[in-house]
């Protein structure tokens, strides 16, 4: 069984929402009660997954971890579409995962309002900008399903949908192409997506 640490709608939802997908059982920690978290995270920060005392960290990793250990659907068979999920899945972590961290950053470091909010435009401006990606990504693979992932949500998509719900935080205008929100809309109706914020809630 693994252990999953996590923040509240942290992407820590993710691992979450995936391990779900994959019928593994887990137990929930919140890291925000949990004393001493460092010595199970040197980096401080969600998720961290644990199983048999292995420590396993860093999101995309983990994501790659579990869809290698347990094989589904969500994990391609063939070499080039394993790239693919790999790629999509980098650019959720690499790209749009620091985009909104922007943000986050800049409510919390930047004390003049007009400075932040300036800041904060610039960045959802960004932010756009790879929501248009995503977007030709899935136009260019309307054929294969509604997802990045083809049929089924991949780990980019169930990534790009945690990321999604951060925007109502701030107040800037963030905007998500037609097809990206409806496949966004379709991961957060699965059961496992509703399941993971109902876990989540009841940990707190």
Known sequence: MYTLYFIPSACSLAIQVMLRELNQAFTLVNQQSTENFIAVNPANVVPALVENGKVYTEGAAIMLHLLRTHPSELWPSSVGLQQQTIEDLMFANASMHPAYGRLFFATHAIANEQARQLFLEEAA????????????????????????????????????AVYARWGAHFFVDIQIPDNVQQMLESVMARQSFK????AEQSST
């Open 195 to 198: 399941a993971a914020l109902l």
């Open 125 to 160: 401006k960004q932010i756009n900008k790879l929501w248009q990606v995503v977007g030709l990504r899935l136009a260019q693979r309307e054929n294969e399903g509604g997802y990045l992932g083809g049929r089924m949500p991949g780990a980019a998509d169930i990534f790009l």
